[in-house]
């Protein structure tokens, strides 16, 4: 007997649905730090698509924290994400992934950050201890994660990555400032060689 071919809607159909469960390298679609009423301390959103606006982004972090400041949870599902959440003392920590995502990859994430400034602000992740560190908070959140790609979900390689030893004191301004310096002169780096690039293109 002859396999019969399958109707064009559901094949259109099965072909969407398999596309939509691929795994993604863009696994983080945001990740936040409020405070405890829900003021926003530290944002990124690595998917630009999905709340493009200022507004949109505090509604959302608003709307998240209403369901999981009083929970006793560790996941929450809303607006078709995945939220994944911590908190400590005054603060909580919100790692976000589409609805698909692997929630153990999301809780790698969240529980390398947490264990990461955990060790950088001395155990003592509390506000006012993290607004005074925040140069080495965002240093700490672009070395585990990079426009929603996970790079790093072992804390002591975040914390080497960021010039900071356990035994050392608190992230000191100079090795932030030469971070910045190493970022700024890779960037310099790429721009000489597009316009090396460019130059001999319009020698030809």
């Not at 790692?95 to 950088?120: H, I, K, P």
């Not at 426009?147 to 035994?167: F, T």
Request: hydrophobic residues 40%.
């Amino acid at each position: 007997m002859t396999a019969q071919s399958c109707p064009r809607q559901h094949c259109a159909a099965t072909t969407m649905d398999s596309t939509a469960l691929e795994p993604s390298l863009y696994t983080v679609k945001a990740v936040f730090i409020l405070d405890n009423d829900g003021n926003r301390l530290l944002s990124k959103y690595y998917d630009l698509e999905l709340y493009p606006s200022m507004k949109e982004q505090k509604n959302f972090e608003m709307n998240v924290f209403n369901k999981t400041h009083k929970a006793d949870n560790e996941i929450a599902f809303l607006e078709g994400m995945t939220i994944v959440y911590k908190s400590s003392i005054d603060l909580f920590f919100y790692v976000v992934g589409s609805a698909q995502e692997n929630e153990l990859m999301l809780m790698a994430v969240l529980n390398c950050l947490f264990e990461s400034l955990n060790q950088m602000l001395r155990k003592n992740v509390e506000k006012r201890t993290l607004l005074d560190n925040m140069d080495g908070v965002f240093l700490v959140v672009d070395e585990i994660i990079d426009g929603g790609v996970i790079l790093e979900s072992d804390p002591q390689q975040v914390l080497e990555k960021v010039n900071y030893r356990a035994d050392d004191n608190p992230l000191s301004e100079q090795s932030v400032a030469q971070h910045i310096t190493e970022k700024l002169a890779l960037t310099s780096n790429v721009f000489q060689s597009a316009k090396e690039q460019i130059k001999w293109s319009i020698l030809k």
